[in-house]
T-cell receptor, first 115, second 113 residues
Framework: ETGVTQSPTHLIKTRGQQVTLRCSSQ?????VSWYQQALGQGPQFIFQ???????GRGNFPPRFSGLQFPNYSSELNVNALELDDSALYLC??????????????FGAGSRLTVL | QQPVQSPQAVILREGEDAVINCSSS?????VHWYRQKHGEAPVFLMI?????EQKGHEKISASFNEKKQQSSLYLTASQLSYSGTYFC??????????????FGQGTILTVHP
């Protein structure tokens, strides 16, 4: 059983640029969620995708957008990068467990630095 | 509003016990606990559901007080491998928030030999 894989692992951008982060979900999981984790903080929910549709969004502006593909992999796109976008971006896939609740399996993240 | 964790940090010797608390101002459906080591992905430890309690590991257990919207994580006979940052993540009751967790700020646990 493969886990969640993310790419790239590290990247550096400048203010105003655009970035695309990619995520392959764990086998058997049909839901992908994206989280932003600033240094020393807990992950913060960006949005979730289920069956290729956005299924909920946190308090992030529209310049954060995403996609989910038929194979359940996903992309996170951020336009007009700002310095505060520097963070670790975590992708998590999930599927209903025996308890009925969704347990998240996280990838190792993509570390974005905006200069 | 994110749940509040306490303490912010704890230092232990191997074999000692620790308790990490997580408190929310909202009615909860579930509480998830994760551990994250430096530079690594958060790893799922256990989930506690409204109306039930689930233990994920032998020496790591947790409780969930639904009335107080509080959860506690108990680590007994700590091992060096327990070191890391522990996060609670909550799902609110009454909504369709499956998998959309609100995380606390984390508790840094350090275990020394």
């Amino acid at each position: 059983e493969t886990g969640v894989t993310q790419s790239p692992t590290h990247l550096i951008k400048t203010r105003g640029q655009q970035v695309t982060l990619r995520c392959s979900s764990q086998s058997g999981h049909n839901t992908v969620s994206w989280y932003q984790q600033a240094l020393g903080q807990g992950p913060q929910f960006i949005f979730q995708y289920y069956r290729e549709e956005e299924n909920g969004r946190g308090n992030f502006p529209p310049r954060f957008s995403g996609l989910q593909f038929p194979n359940y992999s996903s992309e996170l796109n951020v336009n007009a990068l700002e310095l505060d976008d520097s963070a670790l971006y975590l992708c998590a896939s999930s599927g209903a467990g025996p308890s009925g609740a969704n347990v998240l399996t996280f990838g190792a993240g993509s570390r974005l630095t905006v200069l | 509003q994110q749940p509040v964790q306490s303490p912010q940090a704890v230092i232990l010797r191997e074999g000692e016990d620790a308790v990490i608390n997580c408190s929310s101002s909202k009615a909860l459906y579930s509480v998830h606990w994760y551990r994250q080591k430096h530079g690594e992905a958060p790893v799922f430890l256990m989930i506690l559901l409204k109306g039930g309690e689930q233990k994920g590991h032998e020496k790591i257990s947790a409780s969930f007080n639904e009335k107080k919207q509080q959860s506690s994580l108990y680590l007994t006979a700590s091992q060096l491998s327990y070191s890391g940052t522990y996060f609670c993540g909550t799902e609110n009751a009454g909504g369709t928030s499956y998998g959309k967790l609100t995380f606390g700020q984390g508790t840094i646990l350090t275990v020394h030999p």
